[in-house]
């Protein structure tokens, strides 16, 4: 049987065994931010937890009032979907220990299956592979350890046995964790909570935060943030969080509030109980969620991220990390850039890769160059820095990459210019953007007119399959060549000419008059030439066609087409 002060024990050396381990658990989460650091928001959650439960000074507390002073605090500091998550397991394991004093093994399988009925009920849309399949595994396997014992100890260690066991298979279950070789942050979380609880049970020693910092894996140089390397689509900008303090006599279902926010955003979790309410959503409007919130209460602790920016910031971060494994030089970024002074009114800062679409860029007017693209997308600051030392009133920003333009946008309020920063997401509608823009009309008639010519060139890519994948009801094996147009994939080759000759055609219609083929790594002036010589009997005799060399990798060649 596990008595009150053992089950606090329990708490408290969890919350210091997952600070211990918070940054291998940041490190797992491959989903693109979505809200922040897994490791980092369990950590935080259940340290609330731990430090309401020492400040308890009833000598021989039941396990009931551990079990729900520690729901209440985990539920007033949870953050991210992570840590909610978390306070809605502790929460269902609260309700089922209501009235007991000591905890048997029947009764800890009946509170971790009811934890897991609390969170699986408050999530709208339930994905498995993730916490939730986790606790799922191990409130079942406890159920059936009982047939062969009630101790509470081998109870316990069934449950983490199955949760283990789960944890493997998440990759299975979720193909951006296999496609990244590892298993899922949140649900590693947990098995790390459940141990120090586990330890504890047995007899042994609470682990000290001091020991937490000692045991704490050291971050190795290069070490990488898993969520910065996938492209994964962020549907809304802002995680946002807070607690609503419900107002005296409030008989509105806290349903309602859910279903309001399930209109305006995805992620949604929104938790009560008699005093407060808990909500997690994310959105482009947390002006709205906020609202509707105080159609409840007051509101307190708000948190509003912005889960695009958290990205690029991680990217960076990578990005450093890795050039100082390389023993390459890591720049200072508490280097403060001081805004150039303006010598004309308009001026631009392009986003391009390969020394040639550089030159390219410079030549169209460019001021300023970021180096990047697929698979290589500047952080906000870079983007700054260029604006910031573009000579001019008026800045233009091309991002050129659909992956760019929402970090690209963090830097307008950054800025002490007036900055524009147009949706262009491919090279060729950077350079139809710049070919548009008129010295001498308004900013904003500039941005209309070049967001018009932007929208009218048609963007072919060949590149090739990095690894085997089902994508579009299409089988691709490595080493394919993939033919994109505007950004879709249209169809596979195994050659490289034969594909973007190919793609010229898709793309061309009656009215182009223009095809700029850029080509660039492992693709020579012969082999393009050859193309363009191959398209010429197919087109009309006034359609220009022009070779360019951009040097661009990824892409053997970028194809315009206007």
């Known amino acids: 049987m596990i008595n009150g002060k053992t089950l606090r024990d329990a708490f408290i050396s969890a919350a210091n065994h ?42 021989d507390p039941g396990v009931d009032k551990i079990a729900d002073t520690a729901a209440s605090a985990l539920l007033r500091g949870a953050r991210g979907n992570s840590g909610v998550i978390l306070s809605l397991l502790f929460r269902g394991f609260a309700r089922a220990l209501k009235g007991i004093n000591e905890m048997s093994g029947a009764n800890l399988a009946d509170a971790l299956a009811s934890g897991v009925d609390s969170a699986y009920k408050a999530v709208m849309k339930p994905t498995e592979g993730t916490i939730l399949t986790v606790s799922r595994v191990a ?63 047995r007899g042994g020693d609470i682990i000290s935060s001091g020991a937490a910092e000692a045991v704490r894996p050291k971050a190795e140089a290069g070490g990488r943030n898993v969520s910065a390397e996938f492209e994964g689509e962020i549907t809304f900008t802002y995680c946002t969080e807070f607690i609503v303090k419900r107002n005296p006599g409030c008989v509105i279902n806290p349903l309602k509030l859910r279903a309001a926010l399930e209109s305006i955003g995805d992620s949604v979790v929104v938790v009560d109980d008699e005093r407060i309410i808990k909500v997690h959503v994310h959105t482009d409007s947390p002006n709205k969620a906020l609202g509707n919130g105080l159609k409840f209460g007051q509101l307190i602790n708000i948190k509003i991220d912005n889960m695009r920016d958290q990205h690029e910031q991680a990217a960076a971060e990578n990005a450093r990390a890795k050039a100082a494994e390389a023993g390459g030089a890591v720049e200072d970024d508490s280097a403060v850039t001081v805004p150039a002074a303006p010598e004309k009114q308009y001026g631009f800062v392009s986003v391009a ?16 160059i970021v180096n990047g693209g697929q698979t290589m997308n500047p952080c906000t600051e870079d983007i700054l820095k260029a604006i910031e030392e573009t000579p001019s009133e008026v800045v233009f920003v091309l991002p050129n990459n659909k992956n760019i333009i929402m970090a690209a946008e963090q830097a307008i309020p950054l800025s002490q210019k007036q900055v524009f920063v147009l949706h262009t997401h491919s090279i060729p509608m950077g350079m139809a953007a710049m070919l548009a823009f008129d010295p001498d009309i308004s900013p904003e008639e500039n941005v209309m007119a070049m967001r018009e010519a932007s929208l009218g060139v048609g963007t072919g890519q060949i590149t090739f399959a990095a690894r085997d994948s089902d994508f579009d009801n299409k089988k691709i094996k490595e080493g394919e060549i993939l033919a994109l147009e505007n950004g879709r994939l249209s169809f596979t080759e195994t050659n490289i000419i034969n594909a973007a000759f190919k793609l010229v055609r898709s793309l061309y219609k009656k009215d182009s008059s223009f095809i700029t083929l850029i080509y660039g790594e492992g693709v020579t002036q012969e082999q393009a030439d050859a193309l363009a010589q191959a398209i010429r009997p197919k087109v009309s ?4 066609i022009a070779v360019v060399y951009g040097g661009q990798p990824v892409y053997y060649f970028i194809i315009s087409v206007e």
């Open 18 to 59: 997952i600070t211990a381990n918070r940054q291998t658990v940041d490190e797992l989460n491959v989903f693109p931010v979505p809200d922040g650091d897994t490791g980092t928001n369990m950590s935080m959650s259940i340290s609330a937890a731990a430090r309401e439960l020492s400040l308890l000074t009833e000598l």
């Open 139 to 201: 409130a079942e396997t406890a159920k059936e350890a009982l047939r062969e014992t009630d101790d509470v100890i081998a109870v316990f260690e069934a449950a983490i046995d199955g949760g283990r066991q789960a944890l493997a298979q998440t990759p299975e279950l979720l193909p951006i964790l296999k496609k990244a070789g590892v298993v899922d942050a949140g649900g590693q979380g947990l098995i790390y909570i459940y141990d120090a609880m586990l330890a504890v049970f």
């Open 353 to 368: 890769a390969g020394a040639g679409l550089q030159e390219l860029f410079h030549d169209l007017g460019a001021d300023k």
């Open 541 to 544: 005799k006034e359609t220009e």
